[in-house]
Nanobody, 115 residues
Framework: QVRLVESGGGLVQAGGSLRLSCAAS????????MSWYRQDPGKQRELVAS???????DYADSVKGRFTIFRDNAKSTVDLQMNALKPEDTAVYYCNANYFFTNLWGQGTQVTVSS
């Protein structure tokens, strides 16, 4: 069964840090491109960070220098370390796998940054 399960969201003050984790199962993880997206109510889902199977990373301009995406192929996990959080980072964060040209999504985890 294919599953992506996010964890690690929560409430944090501006300037604080959170680490999100996504555990994947049912896919060939090591060669799968993984990403984190976020969505605020009333807005489109946006790409935050991505990492290819070979470890190449890319970030949205709004998070460059603050967020870091990691993957652990042995554990089939992809993490998002978020530092210097801002109120505008508040959103539901989703793990995504681009698996054989099919987009797989987790259930999402809420991140709320208070000012």
């Amino acid at each position: 069964q294919v599953r992506l399960v996010e964890s690690g969201g929560g409430l944090v003050q501006a300037g604080g840090s959170l680490r999100l984790s996504c555990a994947a199962s049912g896919i060939i993880f090591s060669t799968t491109d993984m990403s984190w997206y976020r969505q605020d109510p009333g807005k489109q889902r946006e790409l935050v960070a991505s990492i290819t199977g070979s470890g190449t990373t890319d970030y949205a301009d709004s998070v460059k220098g603050r967020f870091t995406i990691f993957r652990d192929n042995a554990k089939s996990t992809v993490d998002l370390q978020m530092n210097a959080l801002k109120p505008e980072d508040t959103a539901v964060y989703y793990c995504n796998a681009n698996y054989f040209f099919t987009n797989l999504w987790g259930q999402g985890t809420q991140v709320t940054v208070s000012s």
